[in-house]
């Protein structure tokens, strides 16, 4: 087990300092055009998949970083270059890890490849989880897979909504309900592959920041999937669902728990996307302060100016300090007694919003033009509370684990 450390080893900073130049090179400048532009800044990606940086195997390398930091690491990175661009880079991990957290062997084997594709051929993947009515509330979620034996297919019916790179995915991981009575415990994610009759792309929202990255409707009208698509396969579901059952009958908390782990462990890595954003807000703001002048001073020598500059540097810190303990605990396998996962997330997002909104006003009229990236950060820094947990469910879940109610 790695020991608890703050100075990042040789090979951490090597790969940080590569992760910095490339956001800095070339994320960065295309930043503000793909953000008019509100497209899939493919380009970028491609770019990316080049060098090695949207790839399986460089996500994977981070996640097994045996400290814990280098997926916080790279977020951190990514995102300081620009949300919405870096959001389309790592959008299609998250599809991944769903196949990579219930498929079998066979199952990554053959559906990761395809859900990059390669440099000369990129390809993106989804995740829909999300509908109109089931947002926080999951377990409510309507979209039905229904097995028809006789065929060994899957049949899906349902509307999915907010799926990063919906529609335009190769592969797409839907989550859907296989027993309704059994709440999230009866649901079951399925591969959909490549050009599979019945899914489409609904409407493809226009969005208030990561104006970059793809948000759309996925409509799944009849979707037949082979058998084989069922993550995990159709005994471990069976046999999961049995358990279920059991398990309502008689308490039902051990089941719960690890889906909250599962949670906590992902929450910090958007926790850094958040400190990448706001780290990026903040030194914008800090050079603008040393350099303005009015009333013969730069205003940075207003305290008024420069205390808030010292309170968003302690907050950006602090955050990063909450996400590299959350990913360290992850990774050696430490109990969240505490929900320090979901603390990471909360205060991380928290602490973006606010400092890109105070870069803003350091920056004055030219804070609020396009002229200047910090608008564009405070649009970004807005997503950091709402995905992947709002703040009100951080806040339920760290308040039930501290009182010990159970999690719903
Ligand atoms: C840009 C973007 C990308 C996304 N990407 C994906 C994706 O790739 N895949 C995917 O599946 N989903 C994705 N989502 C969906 C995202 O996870 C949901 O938007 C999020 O979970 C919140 O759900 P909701 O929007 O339905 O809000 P709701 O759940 O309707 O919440 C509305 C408000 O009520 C509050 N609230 C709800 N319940 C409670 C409660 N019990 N106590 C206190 N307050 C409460 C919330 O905090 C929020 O303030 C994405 C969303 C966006 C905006």
Not at 167 to 179: E, M
Request: charged share 25%; glycine share 10%.
């Amino acid at each position: 087990m790695a020991e608890f450390t703050l100075e990042l080893n040789d090979d951490q900073k090597q790969v940080r300092d590569w992760l910095h130049g490339f956001a800095a090179d070339v994320i960065r400048p295309a930043a503000a055009e793909w953000d008019e532009r509100e497209e899939t800044p493919w380009p970028v990606i491609q770019e990316a998949a080049k060098v090695g940086i949207y790839s399986l195997d460089f996500y994977a390398q981070q996640f097994f970083d045996p400290t814990g930091l280098g997926i916080p690491m790279a977020m951190e990175e990514l995102f300081w270059g620009d949300a919405g661009i870096a959001l389309s880079i790592v959008g299609t991990g998250l599809a991944a890890v769903g196949v990579l957290a219930n498929g079998t062997e066979e199952q990554i084997g053959t559906w990761i490849p395809q859900m990059y594709g390669d440099a000369n051929d990129v390809k993106v993947a989804a995740f829909c989880s999300s509908e109109p009515d089931a947002g926080s509330d999951v377990a409510s979620m309507r979209t039905r897979a229904v097995y028809d034996q006789a065929k060994d297919e899957w049949v899906l019916n349902g509307t999915k909504t907010w799926a990063t790179n919906g529609g335009i995915a190769n592969v797409h991981v839907v989550v859907a309900v296989v027993d309704a009575e059994l709440g999230s415990k009866g649901h079951a994610s399925f591969i959909v592959p490549p050009n599979t009759p019945g899914l489409s792309q609904g409407q493809k929202f226009k969005k208030h920041g990561i104006r970059a990255s793809h948000t759309a409707e996925v409509v799944l009208e009849d979707v037949r999937v082979p058998g084989h698509c069922l993550l995990g396969g159709k005994e471990k579901l069976d046999q999961r669902m049995a358990r279920a059952r059991e398990r309502a009958q008689s308490g039902g908390e051990r089941v719960k728990n690890a889906a909250m782990a599962t949670f906590e462990a992902s929450r910090p890595a958007v926790g850094a996307m958040a400190v990448g954003t706001a780290r990026a807000a903040y030194e914008v703001a800090l050079d603008y302060a040393k350099t303005r002048t009015q009333f013969g001073r730069p205003i940075i020598d207003n305290q008024g100016i420069a205390f808030q500059l010292a309170d968003m540097r302690t907050q950006i810190d602090a955050a990063r300090l909450l996400v590299w303990r959350a990913s360290w605990m992850a990774t050696t396998g430490k109990p969240f007694e505490s929900a320090e996962g979901s603390m990471s997330k909360l205060y991380a997002s928290e602490t973006a919003k606010k400092v890109t909104a105070q870069a803003i006003q350091i920056l004055g009229g030219n804070g609020f033009t396009r002229e200047y990236p910090v608008e564009r950060m405070h649009r970004d820094a807005a997503i950091y509370t709402i995905f992947e947990g709002t703040s009100e469910i951080q806040r339920l879940v760290i308040a039930r684990t501290l009182s010990g109610m159970p999690i719903r």
